[in-house]
């Protein structure tokens, strides 16, 4: 099984839809973040948390909200879909003594019609 | 704040060519770190190096090599000998202090290696 593990996979919603995007790990860490991917733009930074208490926003965090609901559990909302919101959606772990290496999920790829 | 530009969008070499994929990045930062991730075509993120500020040491692992200079702010990355699996976009990316080392990811490097 995955260390890091996003459900879904792939989504596909309309405009205007709420969505929820889920990140569990299993690899013990403290550190969760979320980002997007667009092609020819790499990686950007949505929302990071340094633990369940500690939330913080990211380069691109409008029209996002996050949830740390455990220290395994990070989810990602998306309140109302736009389709500029398309796009890969990663989700990632690291641990304060490895600082910055960041372990990814498998990517959720979201299309908002 | 901190920046990385991957200056080259797409690369395409002929097998057993070498390759440099250029990474040069900005920081405020005394203490930051460095990497290089590799993704295929399958999609999934693989780490390939770290390398943090005080270590300017270049570093080979088989056919890859990095080379880390301060003085310019880079972060070069080398492969020898290209193969065709090597064909993926590679991203550099900075973290620091002052972003609670979140990674800052450059646009990426498409390289495509044919036979």
């Known amino acids: 099984d995955a260390d890091v593990t996003q459900t879904p996979r792939n989504r596909i919603t309309k405009t205007g839809k709420r969505i929820m995007l889920e990140c569990s790990q299993t690899k013990g860490h403290d550190r969760m973040y979320w980002y997007r991917q667009d092609p020819g733009l790499g990686l950007r930074l949505i929302y990071y948390?340094?633990?369940?208490?500690?939330?913080n926003k990211g380069e691109i965090s409008d029209g996002y909200s996050v949830s740390r609901q455990a220290q395994a559990k990070f989810s990602l909302s998306l309140e109302s879909a736009i389709p500029n919101q398309t796009a890969l959606y990663f989700c990632?772990?690291?641990?304060?003594?490895?600082?910055?290496?960041?372990?990814f999920g498998e990517g959720s790829r979201l299309t908002v019609l | 704040a901190q920046k990385v530009t991957q200056a080259q969008t797409e690369i395409s070499v002929v097998e057993k060519e070498d390759v440099t994929l250029d990474c040069v990045y900005e920081?405020?930062?005394?203490?930051?770190?460095l990497f290089w991730y590799k993704q295929p075509p399958s999609g999934e993120l693989v780490f390939l190096i770290r390398r943090n500020s005080f270590d300017e040491q270049n570093e080979i692992s088989g056919r890859y090599s990095w080379n880390f200079q301060k003085s310019t702010s880079s972060f070069n990355f080398t492969i020898t000998a290209s193969q065709v699996v090597d064909s993926a976009v590679y991203f550099c990316a900075l973290s620091g202090s002052n972003s609670g080392y979140a990674l800052n990811f450059g646009k990426g490097t498409s390289l495509l290696v044919t036979p």
């Open positions: 990632a772990t690291s641990s304060v003594r490895n600082t910055g290496e960041l372990f």
């Open positions: 948390s340094f633990d369940v208490k500690d939330i």
């Open positions: 920081t405020r930062d005394t203490t930051y770190y």
